[in-house]
């Protein structure tokens, strides 16, 4: 894979149940990615405590919303991030990149 880890996404948008952790405490709101071989771990810190959003390749969604945003979807659990720097875009780029070269083949394509 060659570098696995994004750099620090800041948090712009999420899902009722992600905001309700991360009003807890006054920080900056702001997450990692990191790709493994059948999914991406999502991570986030609210108060002292690490949570993971665990999202396997075939129920991830990633969508580019407006200028400078990415949005990861699960189901109905979502993070919007900014992506305002080369380093941030070039990591949804290959992330995106490999999902697509790691799909099951669909039923279309035979």
């Not at 997450?31 to 999202?55: D, H, Q, W």
């Given at each position: 894979?060659?570098?696995?880890?994004?750099?620090?996404?800041?948090?712009?948008?999420?899902?009722?149940?992600?905001?309700?952790?991360?009003?807890?405490?006054?920080?900056?709101?702001s997450c990692n990615i990191e790709?493994?071989?059948?999914?991406?771990?999502?991570?986030?810190?609210?108060?002292?405590?690490?949570?993971?959003?665990?999202?396997?390749?075939?129920?991830?969604s990633v969508y580019k919303g407006?200028?400078?945003?990415?949005?990861?979807?699960?189901?109905?659990?979502?993070?919007?991030?900014?992506?305002?720097?080369?380093?941030?875009?070039?990591?949804?780029?290959?992330?995106?990149?490999?999902?697509?070269?790691?799909?099951?083949?669909?039923?279309?394509?035979?």
């Amino acid at each position: 894979m060659g570098g696995i880890g994004s750099p620090k996404l800041f948090i712009t948008e999420t899902s009722v149940e992600i905001h309700n952790l991360l009003i807890l405490d006054n920080n900056v709101n702001s997450c990692n990615i990191e790709m493994r071989p059948k999914g991406i771990i999502l991570r986030f810190r609210s108060l002292l405590e690490t949570y993971a959003l665990v999202i396997p390749y075939y129920k991830l969604s990633v969508y580019k919303g407006d200028f400078a945003v990415y949005s990861v979807y699960r189901d109905h659990h979502f993070i919007k991030v900014r992506s305002d720097t080369k380093a941030i875009q070039k990591f949804f780029r290959k992330l995106l990149d490999y999902k697509a070269d790691n799909a099951p083949t669909s039923i279309e394509d035979l």
